[in-house]
């Protein structure tokens, strides 16, 4: 995590995942339940390497917090986990796939063999490497 003045920038192996002001977090009703999910996100993320039960355990915690007070994780957040098992995703067992002229992130998780597909949009100077040999 930079503290960048006023803006933290959470990031992954070199992936800017949000950008949340400090503003931002402090005009919304529910401070205290988004600062409990921002820290279980990051605890997750940082246990993801040693131990991964522990953070299928704060997963859950993020989704028993979410539910009790209504908000919508953002789907940045949810790419990170597995939608079966919840154990977190490393990023270095991603792919990317072309189906049907629409071009789509392949996430597999290495507990449960889970396959996930996930909708890219365009993004421009994007191309697959199969294009550019």
Request: aromatic residues 12%; charged residues 30%.
């Amino acid at each position: 995590m930079k503290n960048l003045g006023d803006k933290y920038i959470y990031q992954q192996q070199a992936m800017v995942q949000y950008v949340i002001t400090s503003e931002d977090i402090h005009r919304r009703k529910d401070n205290d339940a988004y600062f409990r999910l921002n820290y279980l996100y990051q605890a997750s993320l940082l246990f993801s390497e040693s131990n991964i039960e522990y953070a299928k355990l704060m997963k859950e915690q993020m989704q028993k917090v979410a539910e009790k007070v209504p908000i919508r994780m953002t789907p940045s957040i949810k790419h990170t986990h597995c939608k079966k098992c919840q154990s977190p995703i490393i990023f270095g067992e991603v792919k990317f796939k072309k189906i049907c002229k629409k071009l789509f992130i392949i996430k597999n998780c290495s507990k449960c063999k889970y396959q996930r597909k996930i909708f890219v949009k365009k993004i421009k100077g994007f191309e697959l490497l199969q294009k550019q040999i």
